[in-house]
């Protein structure tokens, strides 16, 4: 196989279907769903081998770019992270990697991985990109097929033609969007394939078939790589160009209409974990049929999958075939059989302005987070955690004041001309108007409680006095 893969992992999904986990603050490649690692993690995991895989490009939305690094230095990971100024779909997301990958080695491959999917089975997964990559040398463009195990509705099918000489992979006859029950039933029996959404090629054939199918992307996504700039450890792309692409996927600019195309199957153990009832599919379950996660209780329930977050016990009595899943500040419950519904119920939450349907409670920054605890008229409680060796903005309030209370670590409190350590059970007042910042001079995260008071706890009562990233 010539050269390494240069693996692309997209990143920039809002997985609403898995609300209240998922939501667009936090999306699910970033939770933990399936065991104790984000989805993002295992793919990290499984394009380790770094005599088969090079340096991976991520490519997200500017908003997740610091759970991104955060989850890479967890994974002891390094990548190019490339920020999104605007979610354009992901035909213009390929085709700007496909650039930068061409810029490292004009005769790179290219493999596509969704950051949210999960596979089972990591080796058959690296002995298919081998194979895969020999396909690729012919100048095609190679899809993953999973050989489905029932007539799903919920996704996209492959219909595989000749097979080519030499190769495990076939050429394909056509894609074929998601079915009704029926047509799914047909596609199974006459041995479609679903189409996993992942794909490996040269960067080279890539671009050229963008460039003859969808011009107007080609030329955006050029001009949006050639106007990048560097920002801390993130490449930004040029927004004005970048939002001038056309927003379509790469199924439907290139895929659905390149004679390239070529499908191999492969049991990987594969799923995209798109809506609850395949998060269920995929999870242990009891003698029951029961999948559960945090502190849950069930009794004379089946076939269900129950999810408690937050230390919250959830209990379940006499019922079967159910979605029940609960967070600090919202509870899902429906039938399994209707999951792919949440989607159309997030969106009617967020008719309704519900923050709750977009907005988790925890939110990333450069040094750390913070998570909403309490809010009142007049008041507003938050935890916050800052990485060791971390700090906050220099900043100050006009309309609130500000207690801090250490739990864990010391923090390096400035108020004013005044730097003082407050340890842990101890307590600090900041005065409203004072200049101050925060920051974690120990070794250990420093975890604290603040408690604004005030006529007004909005964002815009802060000032910051220097190019830290602040609390948001």
């Known amino acids: 196989m010539p050269g390494q893969i240069i693996p692309v992992i997209m990143c920039g999904g809002a997985g609403t279907r898995l609300w209240p986990v998922s939501r667009e603050s936090m999306p699910k490649q970033f939770v933990p769903l399936i065991g104790p690692q984000t989805t993002f993690q295992q793919v990290l995991?499984?394009?380790?081998?770094?005599?088969?895989?090079?340096?991976?490009?991520?490519?997200?939305?500017a908003d997740f770019r610091f759970v991104v690094a955060e989850q890479l230095r967890d994974s002891g990971v390094e990548a190019d992270i490339v920020l999104e100024p605007v979610r354009r779909d992901s035909g213009p997301a390929v085709a700007v990697c496909a650039i930068l990958a061409a810029e490292r080695d004009r005769d790179a491959l290219v493999l596509v991985l969704a950051a949210d999917h999960v596979i089972r089975k990591p080796e058959e997964f690296r002995a298919a990109c081998r194979r895969a990559a020999a396909v690729a040398a012919q100048h095609r463009i190679v899809t993953f097929g999973v050989a489905p195990s029932?007539?799903?509705?919920?996704?996209?099918y492959i219909r595989p033609g000749a097979k080519l000489d030499g190769s495990f992979a076939h050429a394909v006859d056509a894609f074929v969007e998601k079915p009704d029950a029926a047509t799914a039933a047909t596609y199974?029996?006459?041995r479609y394939l679903w189409n996993s959404g992942n794909f490996l090629f040269h960067a080279a054939t890539m671009l050229g078939e963008i460039e003859r199918f969808e011009p107007a992307m080609a030329e955006a996504a050029k001009a949006a790589v050639s106007g990048r700039r560097r920002d801390l450890d993130f490449l930004r792309l040029a927004a004005e160009p970048f939002a001038r692409a056309p927003k379509k996927s790469i199924d439907y600019a290139v895929m659905e209409r390149t004679k390239l195309a070529a499908v191999l199957p492969a049991d990987l153990g594969w799923s995209d974990v798109g809506s609850w009832g395949t998060v269920w599919e995929v999870l242990d379950r009891d003698a029951a049929g029961n999948a559960t996660e945090g502190p849950v209780v069930t009794l004379g329930t089946r076939n269900s999958l129950v999810r408690s977050e937050e230390s919250v016990l959830t209990a379940v009595v006499g019922l079967d075939d159910v979605i029940v899943v609960s967070t600090a500040d919202a509870v899902l419950v429906g039938a399994r059989s209707k999951a792919e519904q949440v989607k159309a119920l997030v969106e009617q939450l967020q008719a309704q302005n519900h923050r709750a349907a977009t907005e988790h409670r925890r939110i990333y920054r450069p040094w750390g987070y913070y998570q909403d605890v309490?809010?009142?008229a007049r008041?507003?409680?938050?935890?916050?955690?800052?990485?060791p060796g971390n700090k906050l903005s220099?900043?100050?309030?006009?309309h609130r004041s500000e207690h801090w209370v250490v739990v864990k670590g010391t923090a390096e409190v400035t108020v004013g001309e005044n730097v003082r350590n407050v340890q842990e059970n101890e307590?600090?007042?900041?005065?409203s108007g004072s200049v101050h910042r925060l920051a974690n001079p120990g070794k250990i995260p420093l975890e604290l409680i603040e408690v604004q008071v005030g006529s007004y706890l909005g964002e815009d009562d802060i000032v910051r006095l220097d190019d830290v990233y602040g609390r948001g």
Do not use: C, M, W
């Open 45 to 61: 995991a499984r394009i380790s081998d770094t005599e088969l895989f090079a340096r991976p490009i991520i490519i997200t939305h």
């Open 150 to 156: 029932h007539p799903a509705t919920n996704y996209g």
């Open 188 to 190: 199974v029996a006459k």
């Open 374 to 376: 309490d809010l009142a």
């Open 379 to 387: 008041y507003k409680v938050k935890r916050i955690v800052v990485k």
């Open 394 to 398: 220099l900043q100050k309030h006009f």
């Open 427 to 431: 307590s600090i007042y900041i005065p």
